[in-house]
């Protein structure tokens, strides 16, 4: 059963076409890579996706069709999106009030807001960050951080624009594990090839505007 769905997408971007009829759909937990060169298109991909960016062809979500700014934004917070500039991402003065922020727009209480900070935090190994200013943050704690933030509003797909960049070796191994037992659908853009060996996922591969199965 399909969660997320695209027919024949297409973009253009200041008079030239960035995504060429793009198809694609993925499962209820399925996991996924999109890899392929630089200026593919791939991040053009997801931000249509999210509904960031006009686009000619179908979007589904949960087999609903997405046309208007309102059925994006009705469906934003079950589409998690982590950015390929984390800085584009947070705003929040520290990381607790960044990782608080999707569950209070939610409307959950304070109670319930603070167990998700919690556990999330703990997840990640960021306890030590918690008050720290995210403009503050080295950019590996940026990239875990914004991972961290989406993850919090417990969205059944998240896509994810190169989430390994400038991760150390541990927090690399904490992200794979993250990867390993999210129960969401994943699409990770990346051209990790370790992380792709590591865990064997599907692979399509963006190439000038087109994506094909690997
Ligand atoms: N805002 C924009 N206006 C015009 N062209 C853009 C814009 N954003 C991206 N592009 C172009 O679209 C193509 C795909 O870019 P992008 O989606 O960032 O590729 P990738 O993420 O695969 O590296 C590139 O040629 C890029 O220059
Ligand atoms: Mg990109």
């Known amino acids: ?3 997320l769905s695209v027919e024949n997408l297409k973009v253009k971007l200041e008079g030239r ?3 060429k009829g793009i ?9 996924v890579f999109i890899t392929g060169p630089n200026g593919a298109g791939k991040t053009t991909f997801l931000e249509t996706v999210m509904g960031f960016i006009p686009f000619t062809g179908r979007i589904s979500f949960r087999g609903k069709l997405l046309k208007r700014e309102r059925d994006f934004e009705e469906v934003r917070e079950k589409i998690g999106y982590v950015f390929q500039n984390p800085d584009d991402q947070l705003f929040a003065p520290t990381v ?3 990782l608080a922020f999707a569950p209070l727009v939610k409307g959950l209480k304070r109670e319930e807001v603070k167990r998700i900070v ?3 935090l703990r997840e990640f190994e960021i306890e030590h960050l ?4 995210t403009y503050k943050l080295s950019g590996g704690e940026k990239r875990i951080v914004s991972v961290a ?3 919090t509003m ?3 797909v998240i896509l994810l624009d190169e989430p390994t960049t400038g991760l150390d070796r541990k927090r690399w191994e904490k992200l794979v594990a993250f990867f390993e037992k999210s129960r969401s659908s994943l699409v990770v853009v990346t051209h990790d090839t370790k992380l792709m060996e590591r865990l064997g996922w599907k692979r399509y591969v963006m190439e000038d505007g087109k994506l094909c199965s690997a």
Do not use: A, Q, W
């Open 96 to 98: 607790e009030e960044e």
């Open 1 to 3: 059963m399909e969660v």
């Open 118 to 120: 919690e556990i999330t």
């Open 130 to 133: 918690r008050e720290k200013p």
């Open 23 to 31: 198809n694609f759909s993925i499962k209820y937990g399925e996991k």
């Open 154 to 156: 417990e969205p059944e």
């Open 149 to 151: 933030c989406v993850v």
């Open 17 to 19: 076409e960035v995504l």
